[in-house]
């Protein structure tokens, strides 16, 4: 079953000034990241130009964040296999990102991204079907909520209180009760997830678990890109460019740059074993539970 949810995330700033906020964030957070061990591996980055986005940038990466993986997930894989493969292509405005797990090769999610200069009010901005549209689930998030779940822990959590906030350099802040409605300038990423998850008995569980892991991802990010309002403001594109080669090379410094063809190999290997690994598990669980494996 394929699952539709759109986040919707309000910003206090300008769509140019959140593309540079956006890319300041992505460095930064990348590289606090990134140890010897886990942490973001950049395998390319090149210009990109097609008939559906136009002019942007490409750029495919992996994932490693093994001692965050939920245990029960474990149970299907080993650790060190759960990886996660991320292709994206960013034409700003409009952006699109598949991440594919090996060890779950029939799993798909993918998110697409759409900014506008609005207060996160905008209804189908992409596009969707009358069928799509019935079965889509809408959240907007509000990064000045203080609430927090697991998933806040696993991902990370931005201690700062936004209701207190004022920035230096802007005089944005602080945002209390209503500051959707009542501040300039303002924009919203409206992000649209689509999950596949096609693993009967699992299924419900591991969508949910994406989306919960997605929805905590794009508060942490979206609260970090305004609380580091003071250190962004101001840089030209130039400049993160700069920055993002730096980052580019710490990134690879970490983590030995993997080949094409290891990748694919890698999600060979992994695909065989976890997917032997879940059908047995869950054939095991059908004497109970009369549950089974099987594609969509």
Same mark, same amino acid.
């Given at each position: 079953?394929?699952?539709?949810?759109?986040?919707?995330?309000?910003?206090?700033?300008?769509?140019?000034?959140? &593309?540079?906020?956006?890319k300041?964030?992505?460095?930064?957070?990348e590289q606090?990241n990134?140890? =010897?061990?886990?942490?973001?591996?950049?395998l390319?980055?090149?210009?990109f130009?097609? =008939?559906?986005?136009?002019?942007?940038?490409?750029?495919?990466?992996?994932?490693?964040?093994?001692s965050k993986?939920?245990s029960?997930?474990?149970?299907?894989a080993?650790?060190d296999?759960?990886?996660l493969?991320?292709?994206?292509?960013n034409?700003?405005?409009? *952006?699109?990102?598949v991440?594919? *797990?090996?060890?779950f090769?029939?799993?798909?999610l993918?998110?697409?991204?759409?900014?506008i200069?609005?207060?996160?009010?905008?209804?189908?901005v992409h596009?969707?079907? /009358?069928?799509?549209? /019935?079965?889509?689930?809408?959240?907007?998030? +509000?990064?000045?909520?203080?609430?927090? +779940?697991l998933?806040?822990?696993?991902?990370?959590? *931005?201690?700062?209180d936004f209701?207190?906030?004022?920035?230096r350099?802007?005089?944005?802040?602080?945002?209390?009760?209503?500051?959707?409605?009542?501040?300039?300038?303002?924009?919203?990423?409206?992000?649209?997830?689509?999950? +596949?998850?096609?693993?009967?008995?699992?299924w419900?569980?591991?969508?949910?678990?994406l989306?919960?892991?997605e929805?905590?991802?794009?508060?942490?990010s979206?609260?970090?890109?305004?609380?580091?309002?003071? &250190?962004?403001?101001g840089?030209?594109? /130039?400049?993160?460019?700069?920055? +993002?080669?730096q980052?580019?090379?710490f990134?690879?410094?970490e983590h030995?740059?993997?080949?094409? /063809?290891?990748?694919?190999?890698? &999600?060979r290997? *992994?695909?065989?074993?976890?997917e032997d690994?879940?059908?047995?598990?869950?054939?095991?669980?059908?004497k109970?539970h009369?549950?089974?494996?099987?594609?969509?």
């Open positions: 079953m394929v699952q539709i949810k759109e986040f919707r995330i309000v910003m206090p700033m300008s769509l140019d000034e959140y &593309e540079i906020a956006q300041y964030m992505v460095m930064k957070m606090k990134t140890t =010897n061990t886990e942490g973001v591996e950049v390319e980055r090149r210009p130009e097609d =008939n559906v986005f136009g002019k942007g940038y490409y750029s495919s990466k992996i994932y490693r964040f093994q993986i939920p029960w997930i474990t149970s299907f080993p650790a296999a759960l990886v493969l991320e292709e994206a292509w034409a700003y405005p409009r *952006c699109r990102s991440l594919k *797990c090996p060890s090769s029939k799993l798909g993918t998110i697409d991204t759409i900014h200069a609005d207060n996160g009010q905008s209804e189908n596009g969707l079907s /009358e069928e799509q549209l /019935e079965s889509r689930q809408v959240e907007i998030i +509000d990064i000045a909520s203080s609430a927090r +779940d998933w806040s822990f696993v991902v990370g959590c *931005c201690d700062m209701s207190k906030f004022r920035s350099k802007t005089g944005r802040g602080p945002l209390t009760e209503g500051w959707r409605e009542q501040c300039y300038p303002v924009m919203t990423a409206y992000k649209l997830v689509t999950v +596949d998850a096609p693993y009967l008995g699992v419900k569980t591991l969508e949910q678990t989306l919960a892991g929805r905590a991802l794009f508060l942490e979206h609260r970090n890109c305004f609380a580091w309002i003071d &250190e962004w403001y840089m030209k594109l /130039e400049q993160l460019h700069e920055l +993002d080669q980052n580019y090379s990134s690879n410094k030995e740059p993997s080949t094409r /063809e290891g990748v694919e190999g890698l &999600e290997k *992994c695909s065989l074993d976890s690994k879940l059908n047995r598990n869950s054939q095991l669980k059908s109970d009369g549950l089974a494996v099987a594609e969509s």
